[in-house]
């Protein structure tokens, strides 16, 4: 009958082969982590239990061979080449697993963004009901839309009726965007008609005076939202002001042909008369705006619904660059030392250790 047996040493060579390994795997990781490598993950509990159980497991096998060289009285150091390629093979392999970056390039980052400045009317109009549950909820809601699918550009908020008050100046916060858009009601502003020209003047002027301004005028954006009733006298000329600062105007349309009664706290609002007041949705004027100034026209309406097509039109308008910077960049070298690993592995799997016949 012919045995073969691994050749081994000492049990004070096991001890001593173990614990070179560990500290090997200790100080290799220890070298790793304080290198100027980036890693996509940390050096977690899952690594170090990794470890853990590999030394554990492999002391354990370490140890049985050495019970069968205390019986036949065979040399150990020929497992020493087992034992290494091993270590090598399962350091790589955690390694590879953190995800290693290194060897520094540069990489030009540029910000690239619009300023989009949104005027909202808040005339009791928009307490008409005629769009569920009332035009100015709705449109608080679709603005929620508007003002995440802008999230890399500037939005403000103008409100107004007669006159038109800054509520959120030009901004990237998003939280402070939906904040102010939630707290917007009919009683902010005058209740005393409604005027298009302030707010679009107003607006006008916001994005013109901007620090840095590029001569991209294109890339700022004016979006009236409105049920269209404009008692102004001035909206002409600060529309062919937009028009020769060749700022894009886009108004959207809240309400119906139909109309309805205006809610308020005593019933339905009236006119000196005493006679209800029905609000309709006047398209014409929001539409004849909008031609003056090479803008488009949106609605809201019982049965048509603008926004997605104001969000995409607005998306393909080209932003202007806003900055632009070199940084350091390192890509992940994983896979060098998974390759480094695989090696090992078909090494352990071709070389085989010396053994003896009995």
């Known amino acids: ?23 090997f795997l200790i100080r290799l990781f220890y070298f790793c982590r304080n290198s100027s490598m980036v890693w996509f993950r940390n050096f977690s509990w899952v690594e170090v239990a990794l470890v853990t159980l590999f030394i554990a497991f492999y002391a354990i096998y370490v140890v049985k061979l ?26 790589l392999l ?5 995800g290693p970056s290194f060897g520094g390039s540069k990489k030009e980052i540029k910000s690239v963004g619009k300023d989009i400045m949104v005027c909202v009317d808040l005339s009791k109009s928009m307490d008409a009901f005629d769009i569920q ?14 003002v995440d ?59 013109t005076e901007q620090e840095g301004a590029s001569s991209q005028q294109k890339s700022k954006v004016i979006v009236l939202i409105s049920d269209g009733e404009d008692f102004g006298e ?21 309400g119906t042909e139909k109309g309805s009664q205006i809610q308020t706290g005593r019933g339905y609002k009236t006119d000196q008369k005493g006679n209800t007041i029905v609000s309709k949705l006047n398209a014409g004027s929001l ?3 909008a031609s003056k100034t ?26 202007e660059l806003r900055d632009a910077r070199m940084v350091d960049v390192s890509a992940n070298r994983y896979f060098y030392f998974l390759l480094a690993a695989l090696i090992l592995l078909v090494f352990d799997i071709l070389i085989s250790i010396r053994t003896v016949s009995i």
């Open 1 to 23: 009958m012919t045995y073969r047996v691994a050749l081994e040493a000492p049990r004070s060579s096991v001890r001593l082969c173990t614990q070179k390994k560990a500290l």
């Open 66 to 91: 050495l019970r069968i060289s205390r019986v036949l009285h065979t040399p150990f150091y020929t497992i020493l080449v087992k034992l290494t390629l091993r270590s090598l093979f399962f350091a």
């Open 94 to 98: 955690i390694i590879a697993f953190l």
């Open 133 to 146: 549950p009332t035009r100015l909820e709705k449109i608080k809601f679709e603005m929620k839309k508007i």
């Open 149 to 207: 699918a802008f999230g890399s550009d500037r939005v403000g908020i103008i409100i107004f009726s007669s006159e038109a008050f800054m509520q959120c100046p030009l901004t990237y916060d998003q939280n402070a965007l939906n904040l102010f858009i939630e707290t917007m009601n009919t009683s902010l502003v005058p209740s005393s008609g409604t005027d298009f020209a302030p707010p679009i003047k107003m607006a006008l002027k916001k994005l």
């Open 234 to 254: 001035e909206t002409d000329q600060i529309a062919r002001e937009v028009e020769d600062n060749n700022i894009k105007l886009f108004t959207l349309g809240v």
């Open 287 to 289: 539409k004849s705006l």
């Open 294 to 319: 090479s803008g488009q026209y949106f609605e809201i309406n019982d049965s048509r619904n603008d926004v997605n097509r104001l969000i995409n039109t607005i998306g393909k308008i080209e932003g």
